[in-house]
Structure formats: structure tokens, C-alpha cells
């Protein structure tokens, strides 16, 4: 299973990010947080302009 926090439009090849919901008080962020039975795994990115 897997959560993100951004929605993407995928078109030809092309990967646009359409919107997001921030969880810093970064200008941008997005991650994923992909969890199993036993493990949680979490990845997430910010940049400032």
C-alpha cells in the first residue's frame, strides 16, 4: 500500500505535478510513505525558492 501527498497528470511520457497538499513549511514538497505488514518506508523531498 502507498500514500503521496501530490497528484500527478501523466501524458506521453510526461509527468506534470497538478496539486499537492504540503506537510512543511517548505515553498514545495512531496513524498511518498509506502507501507507492508511489517515495515513503513517514507520518502519526501522539499524545495525553497
Known sequence: MYYTNADVDV???????????????????AGLVVIDTKKIGMFWVEDED
Open 11 to 29: 501524458q506521453s511520457g510526461d509527468v506534470r505535478l497538478s496539486s499537492w497538499s504540503p506537510i512543511t513549511q517548505a515553498t514545495f514538497d
